[in-house]
């Protein structure tokens, strides 16, 4: 349904540009998210985009990363600039639709200090 791509290794203050495809079954969106987890830490928020355009970051990335939205690709983006290496993390998109929540499958980033 979702397809993550874009991560993978980086140097301290680098950048990313991870990308999540929604299926064309997937209609009615809302918003899209992308979401980040360490393996010794919970699921965390990292920024969300509304169909109506509504943007929001976590403080942790504001300032360093961009959401944006292909509508007609039906794919969403998250640009990371000036990584650090507490960025590291599995990195997940999900789209909110008035059908449900989705999942991507998550795509590894990996920031060297």
């Known amino acids: 349904q979702l397809q993550a791509s874009g991560g993978g290794l980086v140097q301290a203050g680098g950048s990313l540009k991870l990308s999540c495809e929604a299926s064309k079954r997937i209609t009615g969106i809302k918003a899209m998210r992308w979401y980040r987890q360490d393996p010794d830490k919970e699921r965390e928020w990292v920024a969300s985009m509304t169909t109506s355009g509504s943007i929001n970051y976590a403080d942790s990335v504001k300032d360093r990363f961009s959401i944006s939205r292909d509508r007609a690709k039906k794919t969403v983006y998250l640009q990371m600039n000036s990584l650090e290496p507490e960025d590291t993390a599995v990195y997940y998109c999900?789209?909110?639709?008035?059908?449900?929540?989705?999942w991507g499958q998550g795509t590894q980033v990996t920031v060297s200090s």
């Open positions: 999900n789209i909110d639709s008035v059908y449900g929540i989705f």
